[in-house]
């Protein structure tokens, strides 16, 4: 069965460092999201993404972070400089339609000290 | 603002009881889906069941049973004879659609239910 598949499973990184988290959706699907789940609380809409720009980000999506599908298969997430708040467990999805029907990857749990 | 509120952090039931995990949401679209998914202990959300504003039939998967009422903005998660694989986090989420109807992947969560299903 088709799954989303994110790497690294599990990153700790010092405050202040750059961190890129990758995914690669389900291969015939057009729509891309990242979401954020904080330990214990509810899962967070980030960004979407369709036809290689962003359709929609949340307020938390600041300029820290960025995304990119730069060969067509992969689907990264980019923060850019690491603060404590943003350890978390990040989690791509990724849709045929845009019709919230969304696959999930297992998540990438990031770590910040 | 959309907003969906799960009301019961934890539940905890036996073997082959049954367990109705409520969800209530909030919402100005006349337009807007609806969704259940559960994150088993491996962390991963799995997709449940999606339901659009229109169509208030109850459905029934299984073990798994779905009552949506409008009326009451309440779309509520029944498991039937529950079982020990059942333990997870239950999440509802809502969409709205947004302009153009372009929103439909922007899913609001609400906080999950912890369902622990004891043998």
């Known amino acids: 069965e088709p799954e989303v598949t994110q790497t690294p499973s599990h990153q700790v990184t010092q405050m202040g460092q750059e961190v890129i988290l990758r995914c690669v959706p389900i291969s015939n699907h057009l729509y891309f999201y990242w979401y954020r789940q904080i330990l214990g609380q509810k899962v967070e809409f980030l960004v979407s993404?369709?036809?290689?720009?962003?359709?929609?980000k949340s307020e938390i999506f600041d300029d820290q972070f960025s995304v990119e599908r730069p060969d067509g298969s992969n689907f990264t997430l980019k923060i850019r400089s690491t603060k404590l708040e943003d350890s978390a467990m990040y989690f791509c999805a990724s849709s045929w339609i845009n019709t919230g029907e969304l696959f999930f990857g297992e998540g990438s749990r990031l770590t910040v000290l | 603002a959309q907003k969906v509120t799960q009301a019961q952090t934890e539940i905890s039931v036996v073997e082959k009881e049954d367990v109705t995990l409520d969800c209530v949401y909030e919402t100005r679209d006349t337009t807007y889906y609806l969704f259940w998914y559960k994150q088993p202990p491996s962390g991963e959300l799995v997709f449940l069941i999606r339901r659009n504003s229109f169509d208030e039939q109850n459905e029934i998967s299984g073990r798994y049973s779905w009552n949506f009422q409008k009326s009451t903005s309440s779309f509520n998660f029944t498991i039937t004879a529950s079982q020990v694989v059942d333990s997870a986090v239950y999440f509802c989420a809502l969409s709205e659609a947004g302009a153009g109807g372009t929103s439909y992947g922007k899913l609001t969560f609400g906080q999950g239910t912890i369902l622990t299903v004891h043998p």
């Open positions: 993404f369709y036809n290689n720009e962003i359709s929609e």
